[in-house]
């Protein structure tokens, strides 16, 4: 079936560093991805759209310049948290759209980040 | 407004007693609604969707238009059916999801 990787699974780092988190698609292309962010015991929270070769669609109250967003291949997408503070401490999750199969959406296991 | 309500947050029954999950929608549209499951440390994977009219580990929901909802539901729960439930609506046209705040199932022995 279809695998979506995300890598690192949890990253703790400093107040003031930037993170950047990987999501892949192993066995098929994605055109589109998507970044959601959830918080403990809460619903996921779309952040953004990434599209293969354009700018990513950001929801509204995400900041653009703080959370960063390349797909610069059709399996890979990174979310950067720039300049990350504690309160951007969450569990981010990201999923991919493959077209060819009935699925809507599989998703990664997700990234803890934890921000001292 | 487009919004996925999941009135439930933990539902807890005993093995073998029937089990029914809430989820309600909004949306200017026909949207189409999914069920997706979270078993413990495991990533996200979809359970049911409205189209596919299928039963899924025992599990059926009813897209009900005249009521917005599309409950999930099965006769005789299970201990392993134990998981954070999902519902969730995507538009016609979009892959975008919106989901609900979900329903922790608790299946006692």
């Known amino acids: 079936g279809a695998v979506v990787s995300q890598h690192p699974s949890w990253v703790i780092c400093k107040s003031g560093t930037s993170v950047k988190i990987e999501c892949r698609s192993l066995?098929?292309?994605?055109?589109?991805m998507f970044w959601y962010r959830q918080f403990p015991k809460q619903s996921l929270m779309l952040m953004a759209t990434s599209n293969e070769g354009s700018k990513a669609t950001y929801e509204q109250g995400v900041e653009k310049d703080k959370f960063l967003i390349n797909h610069a291949s059709l399996t890979l997408s990174t979310l950067t948290v720039t300049s990350a503070h504690p309160e951007d401490s969450s569990f981010y999750i990201c999923?991919?759209?493959?077209?060819?199969?009935?699925?809507?959406?599989?998703f990664g296991d997700g990234t803890r980040l934890s921000i001292l | 407004a487009q919004r996925v309500t999941q009135p439930e947050k933990l539902l807890s029954v005993f093995k073998g007693a029937p089990v029914e999950l809430k989820c309600n929608y909004s949306?200017?549209?026909?949207?189409?609604l999914f069920w997706y499951v979270q078993y413990s440390r495991q990533r996200l994977q979809l359970l049911l969707r409205?189209?596919s009219r299928e039963s899924i580990k025992g599990f059926t929901a009813d897209l009900n238009k005249g009521e917005t909802s599309f409950h999930l539901k099965k006769p005789f729960a299970q201990e392993e059916d134990s998981a954070m439930y999902y519902c969730a609506l995507s538009g016609l046209n979009t892959d975008k999801l919106i989901f609900g705040t979900g329903t922790r199932l608790q299946v006692f022995p």
């Open positions: 949306y200017s549209g026909s949207p189409e």
């Open positions: 066995d098929f292309q994605a055109t589109t």
């Open positions: 409205h189209i």
């Open positions: 999923s991919a759209v493959d077209r060819g199969r009935s699925q809507p959406q599989h």
